[in-house]
Structures are given as C-alpha cells and as structure tokens.
C-alpha cells in the first residue's frame, strides 16, 4: 500500500516491487465481490448463498486454497515493507510523518468501509501501522521471530476464542452461544442470512448512517485482526532488510523458498477444504478454519506468491510493467475497484445483490480488475501517482 516515493533526489522506485503490490491489489478483488455480491455468511461459504452448483463448489475451493487471505497477506506484507522504506529514507521526524500518515489513512479506511466496502483493510492497516515504528530497528531475523511470533497469537488467542466452538460440534451441543455466534456468522441460519440480504440492499443514505453510527464497534472489531496483520507487516519489514523485496536474492534461492512454503502450504489446504466440504460445510467449522486454522498457511502461500514474484519479474518485461502501473496506484485502485462493485451490486447501481451464483460474482470480478490494467498505465504515464496517493500524501503533510 505505502508506495516508494519518486520525489526528487530520493532512489527510483524498484518496478518489481510495485509489480508485487499490483498483483495483490488485482488478487483482492477476487475476494472482496463477494463482500458485495452475496450475503456475508457466504464470504466464507458457499452452501449459503449461491453455491449450489459443482462449478461454484469448485471456485470456492481454488478461492479457499489459493486466494483466500493470500493477497491480503500479501498485501500487508508489501505495506510493512513501504512503511519500512519510508522511515528508513526519512532523516527529519520520521516517527511523527509516519503517524500523520496513518491516522490520514485511517481516515481514508473510515470512509472507504462508511460509504462502501464494509471489509475495507485500511483501518487495519493503519491501526496495526502505529506499532511498525517499534519493529524498524530490529534485524531481519528478529522480525521473522516477531512475525511467527504474531502468528503464534493470532492462531491462540483464536483458538481461545473458537476452538470450543469445534468441540461442541462434534459433541452435539450446538446452543451454547459460541457455537450460536458460528452459525449465524458463517453458517445457514436463516433469519441471519435474512438480515445480511436486508442490509446487502438497503439504500445508499441508509447505508452511511448506519455504518457512521457503528464506527466504534467497528474499530473495536477489528483490532482481532492486528495480530495476523502485524505477522505479514513484519513479514514484508523482514524481507526488506533481508533484501528478497529488495530483488537482490538469486533466483533459484527464490524458487527454493517458494517450493518449500507451497509444499507446507498447499496440502494443509486442499485438507482443510476438504473437511469443511466433507462435513456439509457447517458454521461451526467453517469459521474457525477461515479465521485461524488456516492463517499460519495463508501466510506461507502469500511468501510463495512474493518469492515467485521476484524470481520471474523482470524489469523490463511488460507483464512487470503492466503490474507496476496498477501497483503505483495501489490505494486508488483499490478503493475504485469498490465503487466498481457497488455500482454492479448495490441497490444504487444495477442492483444485482444477492441475484448471481457464486461463479458469476468470481467473473463479475474480472470488471474492475480490467479497469485497473487499462486506466493504470494511462494514468502513470500522464500523471504519475494516482489521486489518492496524492491526497494521502498531501494530508499527511499538513498534520506531521
């Protein structure tokens, strides 16, 4: 997300690293339609909405093994890297510039999730930014420990939270309020389903107002997830200092940090998709499996997409280039691939919420991505950075 800044006197940008972070903003998008194309509980699950047929089954299984927390994982990664190379280039108040651009784009997440995406990552992102000032100083191979160590917690404190939530499945006791909260969240019940249809439909101005009133709850809710995402910044932090995002590694050590990350990653996978599938895809399994169990593998297989990356990204080649364009407006794309969507999906658009099978949300996908390969060079090439990489900029100017 935090882009290399191309201001005079300051080093070129690294094309491949953009390139990087536009095949995770393109990877995003894969996801998130279903944010606004189906019923929440269908995010994770496709017996709830729209996957009744064996095509669907099949998208949500390759969405599960290979795309599913990946790109986010990703993502944050290239995020803790950039806010890395800021601090790093900065000689004057780099804590208090770094600060001002986190509470601007946290700003931005505020309003990006109030008025469109209620999955937005910004606030996440910015809220787990605050604490990467602390990680700068350490080594590469202390940051590797921090970000097993984030893992660690995001996988124990979740299974404190959920792991009776299994239990209790396969015991037959499924009132208790853990396993109430599985079902409703990410299983078939119907008056949840119900609710979620209503909300996915509901108008634009009812929209904003009840997600302004929700704001603090909101936060709340997401600071759950700064453990996992503090794991892939300092992941991307530690890859920096390490010099692997730097393009300085020889491909076949690339390629051999990629095989073995996939060889973990990729069986765990197909086997947590399998038991999900296997026992009919119930609540309680499901979430539990899309929250925790799964994060340690996500994480390994969103490490493969980077180490692959930069073994097979050349500067000069035009799928790079293509990708560095798309990356160099990170943040605008991402936040224009939301208002895509909604104009798709949302009653103030063409309204197809909850209208489309499973399948037909994944290709409806491919819209925004298309837009963000034809506008992104045309845009780079005029006007270098994207809007709001400049008005994130220019904020955070104003307040450090």
């Not at 690294?14 to 606004?36: C, Q």
């Not at 095989?259 to 973990?264: G, M, R």
């Amino acid at each position: 997300m935090v882009a290399i800044a191309t201001e005079p006197g300051r080093p070129e940008r690294i094309t491949e690293l953009d390139a990087l972070r536009g095949l995770a903003v393109i990877g995003i998008v894969w996801m998130n339609v279903y944010i606004f194309a189906l019923p929440s509980q269908a995010y994770y699950n496709p017996a709830v909405w729209g996957g009744e047929g064996a095509v669907d089954r099949i998208i949500w299984a390759t969405s599960f093994v290979f795309i599913e927390d990946k790109f986010r994982t990703l993502f944050a990664m290239l995020f803790g890297a950039g806010c890395l190379i800021l601090l790093e280039r900065e000689k004057e108040r780099p804590w208090q510039r770094h600060f001002a651009r986190m509470a601007v784009l946290l700003a931005i997440g505020i309003a990006h999730s109030t008025l469109l995406a209620n999955n937005d990552v910004l606030r996440a992102y910015a809220m787990a930014g605050a604490v990467l000032p602390f990680l700068a100083q350490l080594s590469h191979r202390a940051l590797y420990a921090v970000a097993i160590g984030f893992v660690a917690v995001h996988v124990g404190g979740g299974m404190v939270a959920f792991g009776s939530v299994v239990v209790d499945y396969y015991a037959g006791r499924l009132g208790s309020d853990a396993s109430l909260f599985a079902l409703r969240n990410f299983g078939d019940d119907a008056p949840a389903v119900r609710n979620a249809l209503e909300l996915g439909r509901e108008g634009f101005a009812e929209r904003v107002a009840r997600r302004a009133a929700g704001i603090p709850s909101q936060l709340w809710a997401i600071s759950a997830s700064l453990p996992i995402n503090l794991a892939a910044m300092a992941l991307g932090m530690a890859l920096w200092k390490d010099r692997m995002l730097a393009r300085e590694w020889r491909t076949f050590r690339l390629q051999r940090l990629a095989a073995f990350c996939a060889i973990i990653a990729i069986p765990a996978l197909l086997a947590l998709a399998w038991w999900i599938s296997y026992e009919g895809f119930p609540g309680s399994i499901v979430g539990p499996v899309a929250l925790i169990v799964s994060a340690p593998f996500d994480t390994l297989l969103g490490l493969t997409y980077a180490a692959l990356a930069m073994a097979f990204f050349t500067k000069s080649g035009p799928i790079t280039g293509i990708l560095a364009n798309v990356g160099r407006l990170s943040l605008t794309n991402y936040v224009m691939t939301s208002v895509i969507l909604a104009g798709i999906f949302a009653s103030w658009g063409l309204g197809l919420f909850g209208q489309v099978s499973r399948t037909q949300a994944f290709m409806l996908g491919f819209v925004p991505i298309a837009g963000m390969l034809i506008w992104s060079p045309a845009w780079t090439r005029r006007l270098g950075n994207g809007p709001l990489e400049r008005l994130w900029r220019q904020l955070a100017r104003l307040i450090a």
